[in-house]
């Protein structure tokens, strides 16, 4: 485990809200329970519960927004969800959450989304790397200081998700918000939220648009069984997709012959029992066929888990050794929808990684 932990990583399916600590959480429902706002004994209760159906974390998901959804609390979150992942030595992270408008306390979207990257900026304890025109001030990964000692850095891009419970005029306010914010590190859109809810007509239009603007796109794609839908996702061809649980012989054959990679979340997939155990898991079927996946986190926070952790758990079910690992976790260089400048910079810092362990 201490090895996967120092092992450079590359994290591209995290939601921010999902990945909140647990001792944040609880801190924050105290001071609501104080209010009189909910009841801390329920919430807590709910918050340190470990296994969860798909339904019950998307209730949670609701609480979770009732206690975070104020300017002051997204900065603070995003601040700590880079800082976790940096601590753990992923050196590129796209980070997704869902722009929330709340009338009541004065938040638009946009405005939500000034409070994430007033988040990225608070951030002192590594070099974050979260809009493109920083690319020039330090290209190595660990930036030499004037007194000997070395700093983290991580680069950090945006995604951002749609809800779908959303409507199509929602959803494009949300593109519209990705276009204005690219100077910013927004580098995507990503189709979330509870599967069983909306239809994948209402969100074409405003995922079409994206594309056309030039916004890479990733599909929460197969969560639960529903064949047209999954069928719809694969022919637009989306630069991603997510879980890819419940696909038949079918769609597997489709998404392999059309080399859409898949960000895999491992132990969200169990937790939520989408996937009935580790063992048929369809990490095994993709990895064997060489077809491109990355090991994923998708809410680190509400599924007690790490990037590290969800290394761990394919090494040891998937019987595969450092080198193995190192090799998956490199290759997902080639997934993430930053630019080929940062794209390159994190091919290198694999490279001296590789040459260091003697892996080349
Ligand atoms: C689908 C998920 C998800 O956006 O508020 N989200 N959507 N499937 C999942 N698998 C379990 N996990 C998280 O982060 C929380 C939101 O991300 C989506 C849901 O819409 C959830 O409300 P943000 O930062």
């Given at each position: 485990m201490d090895w996967l932990v120092a092992m450079p990583k590359v994290e591209l399916h995290a939601h921010l809200n999902g990945s909140i600590r647990d001792s944040t959480l609880l801190e924050f429902a105290r001071v609501l329970g104080e209010k009189g706002t909910i009841n801390f004994s329920d919430v807590e209760h709910?918050?340190?519960?470990?296994?969860?159906?798909?339904?019950?974390?998307?209730?949670?998901?609701?609480?979770?927004?009732?206690?975070?959804?104020?300017?002051?609390?997204?900065?603070?979150?995003?601040?700590?969800?880079?800082?976790?992942?940096?601590?753990?030595?992923?050196?590129?992270?796209?980070?997704?959450?869902?722009?929330?408008?709340?009338?009541?306390?004065?938040?638009?979207?946009?405005?939500?989304?000034?409070?994430?990257?007033?988040?990225?900026?608070?951030?002192?304890?590594?070099?974050?790397?979260?809009?493109?025109?920083?690319?020039?001030?330090?290209s190595s990964h660990m930036n030499d200081m004037s007194n000997g000692t070395v700093r983290k850095k991580i680069y950090v891009r945006l995604l951002l998700s749609i809800d779908r419970r959303e409507t199509t005029e929602a959803a494009m306010e949300t593109v519209k918000l990705a276009l204005e914010m690219r100077d910013l590190g927004v580098v995507g859109i990503d189709l979330s939220g509870n599967p069983i809810v909306g239809e994948w007509s209402t969100f074409f239009p405003a995922l079409k648009f994206a594309r056309e603007q030039g916004l890479s796109i990733t599909l929460h794609c197969g969560e639960v069984p529903n064949k047209k839908e999954i069928q719809a996702m694969l022919d637009f061809l989306p630069g991603r997709i997510g879980h890819a649980c419940f696909f038949e012989e079918e769609e597997m054959g489709k998404l392999k012959s059309s080399k859409i990679p898949v960000e895999i979340c491992l132990t969200s997939n169990i937790r939520t029992a989408s996937i009935a155990s580790i063992d048929v898991h369809?990490?095994?079927?993709?990895?064997?066929?060489?077809?491109?996946?990355?090991?994923?986190?998708?809410?680190?926070?509400?599924?007690?888990?790490?990037?590290?952790?969800?290394?761990?758990?394919?090494?040891?079910?998937?019987?595969?050794?450092?080198?193995?690992?190192?090799q998956l976790a490199r290759n997902t260089t080639e997934l993430i929808f930053a630019d080929d400048e940062v794209k390159q910079e994190v091919r290198e810092i694999f490279e001296s990684a590789a040459r260091k362990l003697d892996y080349n």
């Open positions: 709910v918050i340190l519960k470990s296994d969860r159906s798909l339904r019950e974390v998307f209730k949670l998901f609701d609480l979770i927004h009732i206690l975070t959804t104020d300017h002051k609390t997204v900065t603070r979150i995003t601040k700590e969800v880079v800082e976790d992942f940096a601590a753990e030595n992923v050196v590129y992270l796209e980070l997704r959450t869902t722009p929330k408008r709340n009338d009541s306390i004065g938040m638009s979207k946009h405005s939500y989304m000034d409070a994430v990257i007033e988040g990225l900026r608070s951030i002192n304890t590594v070099d974050v790397d979260f809009a493109p025109h920083k690319l020039c001030e330090g369809h990490f095994a079927d993709l990895y064997n066929a060489k077809h491109p996946i990355v090991l994923c986190t998708d809410d680190a926070g509400v599924f007690s888990t790490s990037l590290s952790g969800e290394y761990s758990l394919a090494s040891s079910a998937f019987d595969l050794g450092k080198k193995e690992m190192f």
